[in-house]
């Protein structure tokens, strides 16, 4: 008997060096709703792995469905593509940029982040979003050009920049 084909009609694919399995697994110990779903090994021996090697990983990440392909060196991650994670505190900002960044990440500007395995995230405070979306333009601008001097996003700063106040 055939066993029914549940995976999503779309999913977004990952391609790792052979570590999909281990990214996986450290982005459902980070970010809540995240876990592994289905993990498939190589049935044979192949050119750049052997018998019993992870080949996929399926994973939920926050609700979106993620294929992670083992595919070797080839095609590194790059800023082309990266995550963005709404923050609702400056608690969950920082839970979430330490977690990637203290794990072998790197920071980069502007909420930007990377992780390990070279994949980019965006850890964005909904307070950032709000203020840029201002109706008043100059509170927009102010708190736009706070952001642009920050890695990880203060939020208390870019209130006060949005308010005109200075630090």
């Not at 502007?110 to 995230?121: P, T, Y």
Request: charged fraction near 20%; include cysteine.
């Amino acid at each position: 008997m055939t066993e029914p084909n549940t995976a999503a009609k779309a999913c977004i694919c990952l391609w790792y060096d052979g570590t999909a399995l281990e990214a996986a697994e450290f982005y459902a110990a980070t970010f809540p709703d995240t876990h592994v779903t289905r993990v498939e090994r190589s049935p044979s021996d192949y050119p750049d792995g052997s018998e019993g090697d992870v080949l996929t990983v399926e994973f939920s990440l926050m609700g979106i469905d993620c294929f992670g392909l083992n595919g070797g060196p080839q095609f590194p991650h790059s800023e082309a593509f990266s995550f963005q994670i709404a923050t609702d505190t400056q608690q969950e900002t920082d839970r979430y940029w330490n977690a990637i960044v203290n794990n072998g990440g790197a920071e980069s500007a502007c909420g930007w982040c990377k992780d390990k395995w070279g994949l980019c995230w965006q850890i964005t405070p909904r307070a950032l979003t709000q203020a840029l979306s201002d109706p008043d333009r100059d509170a927009a601008r102010r708190a736009m050009q706070a952001m642009m001097t920050m890695q990880k996003i203060d939020i208390a700063a870019i209130e006060a920049a949005r308010k005109g106040e200075t630090a």
